[in-house]
């Protein structure tokens, strides 16, 4: 990948605007690790989590564009908590780097940031880094970063699930692409902030099995919905119609956890407004993400493109913006 074509300028202003930037450099086994990803409902717990683990010694070196939340962050967590000046000055401090952002083109501007100018092995770590990217991204840019990274480090691709209250709990699942050689030390990395880590194959891995996944959530969520609506209007009672849904057959997340129908689990978004959650934009672009990987891989799909017509009426409806995504049940008439 030609890392030139990407404008650091912009970098900024674009984590600024979707993803707060955070590093976290520690050391474990005589090893410096640093992790970074936003300070949003996933990544403040992630990154209290990741300090907690840590030896009460060692530092936790954060770097944000927004300068209010790295100082909220440094107050409010216990522990050495330093704030860096850049994304480059910290990754010439740490061994292993995990990032983790929500688009394609942010990942390939950070990655430029930390790996140019060329010269990572010749600062005090004089070791090859090892690079974990938890974005869920298209597995070609991430292919793309791997290479550019060849020279200064090893990349593998670690994308988790588990939403916000699996990184509150330190529960988060990470689906990663690596060598077998490296995969024992990302597991040491990625079980302080989750419960399992999942070895699915070399390099790109991760991402295909996560794409996967979310492309069936995607589909479930959109189904759960219009069931509860079909038997709601036929007259059924939308806590029975859900225990009975989900002691049958048709059970899924969407419908047990996440239920679109507000008061029917009263933990799930619906039952508070819909906020919090798996952001509608978010399914819509990983759905968008595996159709395109599909498509590179001449993989035919049949459901996918009707979801995404879905998906893209949802974000477009004012009364569904910014919501979890299981506001399509709202979009799509539900009684609430």
């Known amino acids: ?95 292993t780097i995990i990032t983790s952002l929500p688009e394609p083109s942010h990942v390939k501007s950070v990655f430029k940031a930390m790996l140019m100018p060329q010269t990572l092995l010749k600062g005090s770590i004089p070791q090859e880094r090892l690079f974990i990217d938890c974005s869920t991204i298209d597995p070609r840019t991430s292919r793309e970063v791997a290479q550019a990274a060849q020279g200064q480090g090893k990349f ?20 990663i692409g690596a060598p077998k050689e490296l995969v024992e030390r990302a597991t040491e990395v990625l079980l302080m902030m989750g419960k399992r880590v999942i070895h699915l194959g070399e390099q790109g891995a991760g991402l295909h099995g996560k794409l996967a996944n979310n492309y069936l959530l995607a589909l479930n969520n959109i189904a759960t919905a219009e069931a509860m609506n079909m038997g709601i209007k036929w007259g059924l009672d939308p806590a029975a119609l859900a225990d009975m849904i989900n002691t049958s057959t048709g059970r899924c997340w969407p419908s047990e956890v996440n239920n679109p129908v507000p008061g029917v689990i009263e933990s799930a978004p619906a039952s508070r407004g819909y906020e919090g959650g798996f952001g509608v934009s978010l399914a819509n672009k990983d759905l968008k993400l595996a159709l395109q990987a599909a498509e590179e891989a001449g993989i035919q799909v049949a459901l996918g493109p009707y979801a995404r017509d879905i998906y893209d009426a949802v974000q477009a409806n004012p009364e569904c913006q910014g919501k979890d995504f299981s506001v399509v049940y709202r979009h799509l008439g539900g009684k609430e």
């Open 1 to 95: 990948m030609d890392l030139t074509r990407c404008n650091p300028a912009k970098h900024g202003v674009l984590a600024h605007e979707l993803s707060l930037l955070m590093m976290r450099k520690m050391s474990l086994s005589k090893t410096s690790f640093m992790k970074k990803c936003g300070l949003g409902r996933m990544g403040y717990p992630m990154a209290k989590n990741l300090r907690s683990h840590i030896p009460k010694g060692d530092t936790l070196v954060i770097h944000d564009v927004n300068t209010a939340a790295t100082s909220k962050f440094a107050e409010e967590v216990q522990g050495n908590v330093e704030v860096a000046s850049s994304v480059r000055d910290v990754a010439e401090k740490a061994e």
């Open 156 to 175: 593998i691709d670690a994308p988790m699930s588990g939403g916000v209250v699996g990184a509150q709990a330190g529960k988060l699942t990470f689906m």
